[in-house]
C-alpha cells in the first residue's frame, strides 16, 4: 500500500505546493488538513477544493474554532499568561489543537507521517512536532520547507509549471498567523527593529490615536469564564470575537516586541489581540478582588511558568498539567463583573462587583463605621521587622570589629 502523509494544511502558497512536493519527493499520497481556529477569510469547503486541486488524496477540514476557544483560549485566560510579560500565546496556543487534529487524520486515513509548512528557524516546528510526538508517538514528522528544500522561489516556480489553482502573484512581504485569540505579523521591513509598524500591518486593531467616542463594556465571568457581555450570555467563543470587534475599533491589543524564541534567535514580532488583552485585563481585576492574597501572588508564577511551557511547546506536558490544576483551583471563586472602558487603544477597569469578593467595606474604608482594630498594627510591625532587625543589628557588631 502507497504510504500515506498527512499535511498540516492552510490554503495558502507554500502548503498548498507542498503536497505535489511531498508527492514527488517521497511517493507517499498526501492528506491535507486544515483546521479553522477562528482563522477568518477563506471558507472550509473552498481551501478543501484547492486542496484537491493541488492532488491531495483527501482533504480533511475541522471546524475547531468552540473547541479553540473552550479548551485553548480560556486556559491561557485562566492562567493570565503573557510570555515575557506581553505576548498572549496566539500562535503558540492554535499548534497543540491542529496537531489533535492532524492525529486524529492521520489515524482515520492510515497515515505514518505527519507533515507541516514550518521553517526550521521558529517555535512552531517545536510545537508541531513535540506535541505530534506526544499524542502519537509511532507517527514520524516531516517539513518540506526544512526538510525538503522547498523554497519560496521554488515554490512559485512549482507552482506555475504545474498549473496549481493557487495565486503567485500575490506578494506579501510579512508572514502571519493569525486566529480568534489574536494575529501576529513578522519578517520583511520589520527586522529592523528600529522601524515602526506601519499601518498596513494591522488587521484585527484600528489606529488607536483617531478612536471613536469611548465604549464601556461589562464583561461577567463565571470560575474565572467570560459567560456574558453586557448582560447578554455569550460562549467563549462569542465573547472573544465580541471583544475583538469592540477593543479592536478602540485600537485595544497592539503589542510590539522582540521575544526570545525557543531555537535561541532574538525576533521582533507585532500582535494584536484585542478580544485576548480586554478578556485577560477584565480577568486580572476580578481575580483581584476574589482571589485571596498568597494564593494570587503565587499564581502570579505560576501563570509565567504556564506561559513559558505553553511557548515552549509543552502543551501536552505533566507539567503543564499540574499547573493546569492550581489554576482551575483558584478560579472557583472568580465570578462576577467587571466595567471598564475602551478607548485610544487602553482597556481600563473602572468597576467591580462579585458575589464571592473577598473585599470588606467596612474593613476598608476610613469613614466612620471601620471595623479594622488600628491597635493591633503596632505588635504586628514589630513582629514583621524582627527578623531583619536582629540581623541589622549582627551587622554593626561585626562591622564594628
Ligand atoms: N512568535 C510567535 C510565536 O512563536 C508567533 C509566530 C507566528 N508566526 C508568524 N508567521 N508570525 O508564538
Request: net charge negative; glycine share 10%.
Amino acid at each position: 500500500m502507497t504510504e500515506r502523509i498527512v499535511l498540516a494544511y492552510s490554503g495558502g502558497l507554500d502548503t498548498s505546493v507542498a503536497i505535489g512536493w511531498i508527492g514527488e519527493a517521497t511517493g507517499a499520497e498526501v492528506i491535507a488538513v486544515a483546521v479553522d481556529v477562528g482563522q477568518g477569510g477563506e471558507s472550509l469547503e473552498t481551501i478543501r477544493q484547492r486542496a484537491l486541486g493541488c492532488g491531495a488524496v483527501e482533504a480533511y477540514v475541522a471546524d475547531a474554532s468552540d473547541e479553540f476557544a473552550n479548551e485553548y483560549c480560556i486556559p491561557t485566560l485562566k492562567a493570565n499568561a503573557l510570555y515575557q510579560g506581553h505576548y498572549p500565546l496566539v500562535s503558540a496556543i492554535s499548534r497543540p489543537v491542529i496537531v489533535k487534529h492532524l492525529v486524529k487524520a492521520a489515524r482515520e486515513f492510515g497515515a505514518t507521517t505527519v507533515a507541516h509548512g514550518c521553517t526550521g528557524k521558529g517555535n512552531d516546528q517545536v510545537r508541531f512536532e513535540v506535541g505530534i510526538q506526544t499524542l502519537g508517538p509511532d507517527l514520524k514528522c516531516i517539513a518540506p520547507v526544512r526538510d525538503l528544500a522547498l523554497t519560496r522561489d521554488k515554490a512559485i516556480a512549482f507552482a506555475e509549471e504545474k498549473g496549481l489553482p493557487i495565486e503567485t502573484t500575490k506578494k506579501n512581504p510579512y508572514s502571519i498567523d493569525q486566529n480568534v485569540w489574536g494575529r501576529a505579523v513578522e519578517t520583511g521591513y520589520l527586522e529592523d527593529i528600529w522601524n515602526a509598524p506601519t499601518k498596513d500591518i494591522y488587521d484585527y486593531t484600528a489606529t488607536p490615536e483617531f478612536p471613536p467616542a469611548p465604549d464601556e463594556v461589562t464583561i461577567s465571568f463565571k470560575a474565572g469564564v467570560p459567560v456574558a457581555i453586557d448582560g447578554v450570555k455569550v460562549t467563549p467563543l462569542q465573547a472573544i470575537k465580541e471583544l475583538n470587534r469592540r477593543a479592536g475599533a478602540q485600537g485595544v491589543g497592539r503589542i510590539d516586541v522582540v521575544e526570545d524564541r525557543l531555537v535561541g534567535i532574538k525576533s521582533r514580532e507585532i500582535y494584536e489581540a484585542p478580544g485576548a488583552m480586554a478578556l485577560i485585563t477584565a480577568h486580572k481585576h476580578l481575580e483581584d478582588i476574589t482571589v485571596e492574597r498568597e494564593q494570587a501572588r503565587f499564581k502570579a508564577t505560576v501563570g509565567q511558568r504556564w506561559a513559558e511551557l505553553v511557548y515552549d511547546g509543552q502543551w501536552f506536558s505533566p507539567l503543564k498539567r499540574s499547573l493546569d490544576a492550581f489554576i482551575e483551583d483558584t478560579q472557583k471563586y472568580v465570578s462576577g463583573d467587571i466595567r471598564m472602558t475602551l478607548h485610544g487603544g487602553q482597556a481600563i477597569v473602572n468597576g467591580r462587583r462579585s458575589e464571592t469578593s473577598l473585599y470588606d467595606f467596612d474593613l476598608a474604608t476610613y469613614d466612620t463605621g471601620d471595623t479594622f482594630d488600628q491597635s493591633m498594627a503596632r505588635g504586628f510591625i514589630e513582629l514583621w521587622g524582627m527578623s531583619a532587625k536582629v540581623a541589622s543589628g549582627r551587622d554593626i557588631r561585626v562591622a564594628g570589629k
